[in-house]
């Protein structure tokens, strides 16, 4: 093994409008035999320009098959028993009744007698018959018997949650910190105050389930998640913990109609279909009913958070306390983060501690922990500078310490026309009042080799002309495919139609779950590697027939050659014979010298019409800025951000899971009562996609699912403090609080 | 008083070195556990933890799954004894 050379590289960016570039030179050591890292002089040709999504058409056309779509002859139809209570124990199971209902083919109990019954809708067995009214009339005939106990589902009131006063503050006294305090004393502007957000549940367009069949003792299961390999695993540990003889697992999720963190784990659901397949020797189909994926498939929790900070007389943070208590279920995952770049010299403290109710626990919800840490702070920030004489923009400036987000505050205000808006007056007595508000947004995640055997790709080139790259990893909707498509097609130099990209299938090379922004920045250098050493062989078969040495000849621009000898692409693969060019690249692990910057930076701004009439508010126009390292698939990083302002939207306005404290039962576990918002709730949407180049890797690419989901609440909440001129401390911004909120200014 | 001389923890930090195999977290599957942690949390991942042999948060003896209890010691452990 050679040493690997040292490059010169050229990270950063090129000036934003207005603005001052920040490129820097650096000297990276890339993995031997990887491609050379593409850099901020890269003059690409198809990254970064509007390709369309590869398989845009298909989903259009309804030719894409989903998980839901799967059928086979002779396949049963499943559904699961929930448990009606929320708290108790499970004395009795009499399934024989039901077993022997016409057109049931199997009956399966998913909780042992004596087991404990934890929230209503908690999986009590399964049945699978030939229709779903068969498995709806056998469902009618399983008796189970429950010990009752006393349940809670308001985590408001859990045993250790703090005391809230009738206006909703946290009354509890702050423990004691001498140097913060100190602090918060020689402050010269110093507030406090508490922010409440409520439970967001998962509403993936499709449900959780699967389709199962097994050929002996191997299973072929097709199941909508966001982590392929790691259910395949999961799930074959789980049938051999239930006595099954386990041979292969092989895993299909070609389309999946979202996911948002709710589809890492295969579920109950997974493995009853699996159970179900095995004992009635067909196929199985399972998909959750929309009241089952509200109520069982976990949720953003709710979160109460108290503030209190001091600034100086510069306008700078010197003093940051803040708690939060998150509901989390009957497990332990409420977490809350807050922003940490407006507070770097501040005294600070942050404190969190879980609420335990007895209703369906948190899973992680695209940024988790984010946009209700961030509602809270950046509405506090907003408060804090009013409190201090200070423009909120300004307030920033002057605290952020993250120079890529200085430059984003700077063009995005530019852009929204913040002082404009800032300074345009509502009439007094006016029924519609207008406000601005602006919001930040953090990640990290550069990606990474993974552990044990790297990421691996698949690229084929074939006689034809065409070209294949297949990853096993799955593409939740936000464009993987087309992703894999643009830096295939980059690499070899040929036109995006030219290539397949295929995802989804655990028999293609293993690759990262879909989660915490991981799945570009972790494969996009693989697929570029796969391309890089399937280009290598081609050329070594074109220096051959043209009688070149290898060196002098290169493929770009469609052509493979050197000088006047230059093949068209086309021919160039002819000569590659009837077997294809098939190689496998794999993501080599970041480079180790430290990248241009290790997380995304992004800003958002809102304006919002209130109507003092009514409480309505009506988000009008919002404009974000969004980094992702370098910008592959830029219509599809576009889609993302807007797609995560639409997301945001609704968790700001409308999104809130109501519970009926004495049953424990979800009161609007459906898209009738549980309001999401739709086409005529949304603004005027535009973003920027900040492209940044980081040399992490030979690609470069940075997470992007989460990021833009982190502002867009605190945006709007800010923007609604503007427009009314008191803060609505509690989210969603629903006409019952903001009328309050109104009440509260004239009393 | 936190964060005053920030020092980089990482998820893998905070997994405990005897946790059982059998439970599953995000950051595992995302092969993400080398990823930095932002705040004061006091265990790995988001706090999603489930059984890779119940496929829920409960694992075979009827108890949450969580980090600090899938150890040795509990009766469903599967992981490498000491």
């Given at each position: 093994m050679s040493t690997p050379r040292d490059v010169e590289i050229t990270v950063g960016y090129p000036a934003l409008p207005g603005l001052e570039d920040r490129l820097e030179k650096r000297t990276v050591k890339p993995a031997e035999g990887d491609a050379a890292p593409w850099d901020a002089t890269t003059k690409f040709t198809t990254i970064g320009t509007d390709v369309d999504r590869v398989d845009g058409l298909q989903k259009a056309s309804g030719r894409a098959k989903y998980t839901y779509d799967i059928t086979f002859p002779g396949m049963l139809q499943a559904m699961i028993l929930r448990a009606p209570i929320a708290k108790g124990k499970l004395k009795g199971l009499e399934l024989d009744e039901a077993s022997r209902m016409p057109g049931i083919g199997a009956v399966v109990a998913l909780k042992d007698l004596g087991a404990k019954v934890r929230f209503v809708g908690d999986a009590i067995a399964a049945v699978a018959g030939t229709t779903l009214n068969h498995v709806r009339d056998?469902?009618?005939?399983?008796?189970?018997?429950?010990?009752?106990?006393?349940?809670?589902?308001?985590?408001?009131?859990?045993?250790?949650?703090?005391?809230?006063?009738?206006?909703?503050?946290?009354?509890e006294p702050w423990a004691e910190a001498a140097e913060l305090e100190a602090a918060l004393k020689e402050a010269k502007v110093t507030h406090e105050a508490t922010y409440r957000t409520e439970v967001q549940t998962h509403s993936s367009l499709e449900t959780h389930g699967g389709v199962a069949r097994w050929n002996g003792n191997d299973l072929e299961i097709w199941l909508s998640t966001q982590a392929t390999f790691g259910c395949r695993g999961e799930l074959a540990q789980a049938c051999k913990a239930k006595g099954i003889d386990v041979g292969t697992v092989t895993l299909h999720a070609e389309f999946v109609g979202g996911g948002f963190g709710s589809k890492f784990s295969a579920g109950i659901e997974g493995l009853a279909v699996c159970l179900l397949a095995h004992a009635a020797k067909v196929p199985v189909k399972l998909m959750l009913d929309r009241f089952e994926e509200h109520t069982t498939t976990g949720n953003r929790p709710g979160c109460l958070m108290q503030a209190r900070a001091g600034v100086d007389a510069d306008g700078r943070i010197v003093a940051w306390d803040w708690r939060s208590f998150g509901h989390a279920g009957f497990t332990g995952s409420g977490g809350v983060s807050v922003p940490n770049y407006y507070t770097a010299d501040a005294k600070k403290r942050t404190a969190h501690k879980d609420l335990n109710i007895d209703a369906d626990p948190p899973r992680p919800m695209r940024a988790p922990g984010h946009?209700?840490?961030?509602?809270?702070?950046?509405?506090?920030?907003?408060?804090?500078?009013?409190?201090?004489?200070?423009?909120?923009?300004?307030?920033?400036?002057?605290?952020?310490?993250?120079?890529?987000?200085?430059?984003?505050?700077?063009?995005?205000a530019a852009k929204f026309g913040w002082d404009a808006a800032r300074a345009r007056k509502n009439e007094a007595g006016a029924r519609f009042l207008t406000g601005s508000g602006l919001a930040s947004a953090r990640w990290g995640n550069l990606g990474g080799a993974g552990r044990g055997t790297p990421h691996g790709i698949t690229c084929r080139i074939h006689q034809d002309g065409t070209v294949e790259t297949r990853s096993g990893a799955q593409d939740i909707g936000v464009g993987t495919k087309t992703m894999m498509a643009i830096v295939t097609a980059e690499e070899l130099g040929i036109p995006v139609a030219r290539i397949t990209a295929m995802t989804g299938h655990t028999t293609d090379p293993s690759g990262p779950a879909s989660g915490g922004s991981t799945l570009t920045p972790s494969i996009a250098s693989a697929v570029r590697h796969a391309a890089f050493l399937a280009k290598q062989t081609?050329?070594?078969?074109?220096?051959?027939?043209?009688?070149?040495?290898?060196?002098?000849?290169?493929?770009?621009?469609?052509k493979v050659g050197s000088g006047t000898a230059q093949l068209r692409w086309a021919d160039a693969c002819k000569l590659i014979g009837p077997n294809p060019i098939d190689e496998r690249g794999k993501r080599h692990p970041n480079y180790a010298e430290k990248p241009f910057h290790a997380s995304q930076c992004g800003a958002q701004f809102a304006e919002v019409k209130v109507d003092t009439w009514t409480g309505l508010v009506e988000v009008t126009r919002m404009f974000g800025i969004q980094d992702c390292g370098l910008v592959l698939a830029k219509k599809q990083a576009e889609s993302q951000v807007l797609g995560a302002m639409i997301q945001g939207v609704s968790y700001a306005l409308h999104e809130q899971r109501i519970m009926d404290k004495r049953s424990g039962r979800m009161l609007n576990g459906d898209f009738l009562r549980y309001k999401i918002t739709g086409v005529r709730d949304l603004p005027r949407l535009e973003c920027h996609m900040h492209s940044i180049a980081n040399g992490h890797d030979s690609v470069g690419a940075a997470g992007l699912g989460e990021p833009p989901s982190v502002a867009t609440a605190a945006a709007i909440g800010n923007a609604v403090f503007h427009a009314i001129g008191v803060p609505v401390r509690h989210l969603p911004i629903t006409p019952d609080k903001v009328l309050a909120a109104l009440a509260s200014k004239k009393g | 008083m936190s964060n005053q001389n920030e020092k980089i923890t990482t998820h893998q930090d905070l997994v405990p070195r005897d946790l059982c195999p059998s439970m599953l977290m995000k950051h595992l599957l995302t092969h993400s556990m080398s990823e930095r942690v932002f705040d004061d949390r006091q265990w790995p991942g988001d706090g999603y933890y489930w059984c890779a042999r119940t496929c829920t948060c409960v694992g075979p003896d009827d108890e949450v799954v969580h980090p600090k209890d899938c150890r040795p010691g509990r009766r469903c452990?599967?992981?490498?004894?000491?």
């Open positions: 056998a469902i009618e005939k399983i008796r189970a018997e429950y010990d009752l106990e006393e349940h809670n589902v308001d985590y408001v009131v859990a045993t250790d949650a703090p005391l809230l006063s009738a206006t909703g503050q946290i009354e946009p209700q840490g961030w509602f809270g702070a950046e509405l506090f920030l907003d408060e804090l500078a009013t409190k201090a004489g200070i423009d909120p923009l300004q307030f920033r400036l002057k605290n952020d310490r993250e120079a890529i987000r200085l430059d984003q505050w700077r063009f995005g081609l050329v070594e078969i074109v220096a051959k027939h043209i009688g070149v040495p290898l060196s002098e000849v290169h493929c770009a621009g469609g | 452990y599967q992981g490498p004894q000491a």
